[in-house]
């Protein structure tokens, strides 16, 4: 399955696209151990890859949902996936992205670590 996932993903723009949005859900599909494993790989190798306008959109759609799933905030930010959320706050040039983002990171990063 994941080598299918790659391969859509790798695919045209149209395809990889719509597959993007949805990677979150198809890694919970996974048992945890797995699930943990296609993080590290599936998912932080899209954040770093994609890149352009329609893409850093689809990077604040991955990143809610990543930070929004059942994975604990502090597996996420002990494996410095709040990293990509900053990066994305500070660099994208849409102000509509990046309020969006602070939201995601002050409420399911900051809040949940302060607890």
């Keep these: 399955m994941v080598d299918v996932a790659n391969h859509f993903l790798s695919d045209v723009d ?3 696209f719509k597959l993007l949005p949805k990677l979150c859900q198809f890694v919970a599909l996974f048992p945890e151990d797995n699930q943990k494993m296609l993080l590290h790989t599936l998912i932080r190798e899209r954040l770093e890859s994609e890149t352009g306008t ?3 959109k689809l990077k ?3 990143l809610e949902q990543l930070f929004s799933t059942s994975y604990e905030v ?3 930010v002990d494996n410095e996936f709040h990293k990509y959320l900053y990066t994305a706050i ?3 040039q849409r102000i509509g992205n990046r309020k969006q983002l602070s939201e995601v990171f002050g409420k ?3 809040a949940k670590l302060i607890k």
């Design 14 to 16: 149209e395809v990889r």
């Design 54 to 56: 329609k893409s850093d």
């Design 60 to 62: 604040v759609e991955l």
């Design 74 to 76: 502090t597996f996420l």
């Design 90 to 92: 500070t660099t994208d």
């Design 108 to 110: 399911t990063v900051i």
